[in-house]
Every structure is written in C-alpha cells, then in structure tokens.
C-alpha cells in the first residue's frame, strides 16, 4: 500500500489492521515526489491512497503539474486507476464562508510563524505542517505518539489545525 508520508494516523492504523505492507511516499510542496513513486511502484504494491487536497496533516495540495508528473509516472507502470466523480457536500451546504475564515486563519497563522522564524507547509484545508525545530507545538486533533510517518525518523512532527478563533496566544 503506497500513501504520503508523512499521511494522516488512521490511515496507517487501518492499513496495519488490515496487514498491508505500507510503503511511503516522500512529498514536497507540490504533492507526491514523482521519484519517490517510481522508486516504490518496484515493489510492486496492490493500492496506493492519495489525499490531493489539503492532504492531512501536511496541507499540502497537489498542484495540476505535478499530477501530470506522476500520470507520466504511473503510464509507465501499467495500473488500473479507481478515481470517484468530483461530489462535494459544499454543493448543498454553505462552505464558502467558512473556506474563507479558515484561509483567512491559516493566513494569519503561517504570518506569526513566519515573522518568528517558523517553517511551515501546505496552502489549503484546515492543517498547517510546523516543523519539530523551532516549536513544540501538541495538536488536539493528533494524540501524543502517534503515528504519522509511513517511513523514515520517528514522528516528532505534528499538525496542527488552525481552527481556533483568532487571535491566537502567542506562538
């Protein structure tokens, strides 16, 4: 099973339930690495989950040109793609103006963080990536030691969600 990595806990949880060998997926700003996923699609894998959108914890969005970078990727590797239609309860339900607040959070955030020397990733959804070196940040949405990382180092990491109400204690 190939997913990002680092990739949202309960993803990993259920996979490991469920027995499957996780593999993962090293992301930069744009999404999935291409050769990241032509490296891991040698050990042959049975699925691969992607989170396009806001993907959690990261944030991070892929970016049109870089699904284009894996499609050229994945043609080279003969798979069967399972993708649903595009449906979204935003269509019934009143998400602009709470897209708009939670951009307008997350703006505001990344500022403060950025202003004290802070790193951050992703530019969409409600997760903002904080690297582990200059703040011991604890999300409520990520309970202490879990699982956020497919492979690699030890998951100091955590996301955390920009949902509170501005303004926000200090940073």
């Keep these: 099973m190939l997913v990002e990595n680092p990739t949202f806990p309960p ?3 259920l996979f490991q339930l469920a027995g499957a060998r996780v593999v993962g997926l090293a992301l ?8 990241a996923l032509e490296r891991a699609l040698s050990v042959r894998p ?18 049109p040109a870089r ?11 003969p798979r069967d793609i399972a993708s649903a239609p595009a449906v979204s ?3 019934y339900l009143p998400v602009r103006r709470a897209r708009a607040e939670y951009a307008d959070r997350r703006s505001a955030l990344v500022t403060a963080l ?3 020397g802070g790193a951050t990733t992703g530019t969409d959804g409600i997760n903002l990536w904080v690297r582990p070196d200059r ?8 309970k202490p030691g879990a699982t956020i990382r497919a492979s690699g180092p030890a998951a100091y990491e955590r996301p955390i969600m920009a949902a509170t109400p501005y303004p926000w204690p200090a940073v």
């Design 67 to 77: 699904v284009a970078a894996l499609a050229v990727v994945l043609e080279a590797s």
């Design 28 to 35: 930069d700003d744009h999404g999935v690495r291409p050769d």
């Design 89 to 91: 309860l935003g269509t």
């Design 11 to 13: 993803l990993l949880d």
């Design 135 to 142: 703040y011991s940040v604890w999300s409520s949405s990520t």
């Design 46 to 63: 049975a699925a691969m989950y992607l989170q396009p959108r806001a993907q959690n914890p990261t944030g991070i969005s892929t970016t």
């Design 114 to 116: 950025t202003t004290r």
